[in-house]
């Protein structure tokens, strides 16, 4: 660093070491501040900069070496027109425009070929509603809250080159006019998804092809968003770890996600709370769920949700005894007169098996048998069974099964290995 600032009023000053910078004008008026010199960065992250909201216009960012803008015009309020040319040096525009709540200007030339970092830049930046759509923001790496309570902000987006991104965390939060076509993007990279559409009032585009492999957290994600319901049934969410409050208060939301892998999830703290899923749907996501290998001692909130009797108040029974899970939901829809399970003496041998299975059931009539997938699908169903029963599962696919058996006194799920 090595720079000269000219004041504006006959004063200039010479600094060559980093830090605020300070001078008192003798006089109120306007005034035209230029640095030259070599600078790589202007700005001081999200700490206000005193008398920032003086600032109103920057007409050129010069030829100086500019690498960060990180923060540079954080919480200038009263900015309103930035340089149409951006550096191509700049690698860093975090919190660049956080809070410039009346920044509404045309940056849509800018390169930003280079720029490796875009979290929080709009933050709170509540009347930008510019074109950015040409942006070449392959290097970005970080977009989280980037649109971050922009509440005007809805331009198309959708052909962005979001490859490299790996943190999407808040980006859209309390963005509550977007509404934009990104199913298209490629967030094969991305590792954070909280609270990506939290409170995004209006957005319900299809993201259904999305590759969320390696994403760890969908906290929050869709919480407090009323209208987004599309199939997201296919996610690979494998990686997830915590999808606590994922669809808080999500009303509108009733898609079976009964197909998803959760061998990672721990923590799903009032995941569904203050939603209605079909019983339909939350039945596929109880049987589902429950054919699968899980974390123990799950806090799990299914909302308002109903499960029928039967396979799914088997699947939940699964749950909540063999893993421990705690499970807060609507209760069952149609209550059984059978409250109690009694299929004991059972043998299921050899389990894991690779094609044929034995049950053995001692002194108990079978008047039901279902083998159910990890679906929630029904693939096999007899209504008169043996008590010495022979399957055969040669032809079924290797995978988790529950095996559903139904007695005068009551059903009882079990879970089977495929090799």
Same mark, same amino acid.
């Not at 009347?127 to 809805?154: A, H, P, R």
């Not at 596929?284 to 039967?310: D, P």
């Given at each position: 660093?090595?720079?000269?600032?000219?004041?504006?009023?006959?004063?200039?000053?010479?600094?060559?070491?980093?830090?605020?910078?300070?001078?008192?004008?003798?006089?109120?008026?306007?005034?035209?501040?230029?640095?030259?010199?070599?600078?790589?960065?202007?700005?001081?992250?999200?700490?206000?900069?005193?008398?920032?909201?003086?600032?109103?216009?920057?007409?050129?960012?010069?030829?100086?070496?500019?690498?960060?803008?990180?923060?540079?015009?954080?919480?200038?309020?009263?900015?309103?027109?930035?340089?149409?040319?951006?550096?191509?040096?700049?690698?860093?525009?975090?919190?660049?425009?956080?809070?410039?709540?009346? =920044? *509404?200007? $045309? %940056? &849509? /030339?800018?390169? @930003?070929?280079?720029?490796? #970092? +875009? !979290?929080?830049?709009?933050?709170?930046?509540?009347?930008?509603?510019?074109?950015?759509?040409?942006?070449?923001?392959?290097?970005?790496?970080?977009?989280?809250?980037?649109?971050?309570?922009?509440?005007? =902000? *809805?331009? $198309? %987006? &959708? /052909?962005?080159? @979001?490859?490299?991104?790996? #943190? +999407? !965390?808040?980006?859209?939060?309390?963005?509550?006019?977007?509404?934009?076509?990104?199913?298209?993007?490629?967030?094969?990279?991305?590792?954070?998804?909280?609270?990506?559409?939290?409170?995004?009032?209006? =957005?319900?585009? $299809? %993201?259904? /092809?999305?590759? @969320?492999?390696?994403?760890?957290? +969908?906290?929050?994600?869709?919480?407090?968003?009323?209208?987004?319901?599309?199939?997201?049934?296919?996610?690979?969410?494998?990686?997830?770890?915590?999808?606590?409050?994922?669809?808080?208060?999500?009303?509108? =939301?009733?898609?079976? %996600?009964?197909?998803?892998?959760?061998?990672?999830?721990?923590? +799903?703290?009032?995941?569904?709370?203050?939603?209605?899923?079909?019983?339909?749907?939350?039945?596929?996501?109880?049987?589902?769920?429950?054919?699968?290998?899980?974390?123990?001692?799950?806090?799990?909130?299914?909302?308002?949700?109903?499960?029928?009797?039967?396979?799914?108040?088997?699947?939940?029974?699964?749950?909540?005894?063999?893993?421990?899970?705690?499970?807060?939901?609507?209760?069952?829809?149609?209550?059984?007169?059978?409250?109690?399970?009694?299929?004991?003496?059972?043998?299921?041998?050899?389990?894991?098996?690779?094609?044929?299975?034995?049950?053995?059931?001692?002194?108990?009539?079978?008047?039901?048998?279902?083998?159910?997938?990890?679906?929630?699908?029904?693939?096999?169903?007899?209504?008169?069974?043996?008590?010495?029963?022979?399957?055969?599962?040669?032809?079924?696919?290797?995978?988790?099964?529950?095996?559903?058996?139904?007695?005068?006194?009551?059903?009882?799920?079990?879970?089977?290995?495929?090799?």
């Amino acid at each position: 660093m090595d720079v000269t600032v000219d004041w504006g009023d006959t004063n200039s000053d010479t600094y060559i070491t980093v830090g605020n910078q300070e001078h008192t004008y003798a006089v109120e008026g306007i005034y035209t501040v230029s640095i030259s010199g070599s600078l790589t960065q202007f700005g001081k992250g999200q700490s206000l900069t005193p008398n920032i909201d003086k600032l109103v216009k920057v007409t050129s960012f010069g030829d100086i070496g500019l690498t960060s803008l990180y923060g540079a015009f954080n919480l200038a309020a009263n900015l309103i027109e930035l340089p149409t040319v951006l550096p191509s040096t700049v690698e860093n525009l975090n919190s660049m425009l956080r809070g410039a709540s009346n =920044f *509404n200007f $045309d %940056i &849509g /030339g800018w390169d @930003v070929s280079n720029v490796t #970092n +875009m !979290g929080h830049m709009f933050s709170s930046a509540i009347v930008f509603d510019q074109d950015i759509s040409t942006w070449n923001v392959g290097k970005v790496t970080d977009m989280e809250s980037m649109f971050y309570q922009c509440l005007v =902000f *809805n331009q $198309d %987006i &959708g /052909g962005w080159n @979001v490859s490299s991104v790996k #943190n +999407m !965390g808040s980006m859209f939060n309390k963005a509550r006019a977007f509404n934009q076509n990104i199913g298209g993007w490629n967030v094969s990279s991305v590792t954070q998804m909280g609270y990506m559409f939290a409170s995004a009032l209006v =957005f319900d585009q $299809d %993201i259904s /092809g999305w590759d @969320v492999s390696k994403v760890s957290s +969908m906290m929050s994600m869709f919480s407090l968003n009323k209208v987004f319901n599309q199939d997201i049934s296919g996610w690979e969410v494998s990686n997830v770890s915590n999808m606590k409050w994922m669809f808080q208060n999500a009303t509108a =939301f009733d898609q079976n %996600i009964g197909s998803w892998n959760l061998r990672k999830v721990s923590d +799903m703290t009032d995941m569904f709370i203050g939603v209605t899923l079909s019983t339909a749907n939350y039945d596929n996501l109880l049987i589902g769920w429950a054919a699968q290998t899980l974390k123990s001692t799950v806090v799990f909130n299914g909302g308002n949700s109903k499960y029928s009797s039967g396979a799914a108040a088997a699947a939940r029974a699964v749950l909540t005894g063999t893993y421990g899970w705690t499970i807060t939901d609507g209760g069952q829809e149609i209550p059984s007169a059978v409250t109690s399970t009694d299929v004991n003496n059972l043998s299921i041998y050899p389990n894991p098996t690779n094609g044929i299975v034995h049950l053995d059931l001692v002194g108990k009539r079978i008047q039901n048998l279902k083998i159910v997938d990890v679906t929630g699908k029904i693939i096999a169903e007899n209504n008169r069974v043996n008590p010495t029963e022979t399957i055969d599962l040669s032809n079924f696919a290797n995978g988790l099964y529950l095996i559903i058996l139904q007695t005068e006194n009551g059903t009882q799920p079990f879970k089977l290995i495929k090799e």
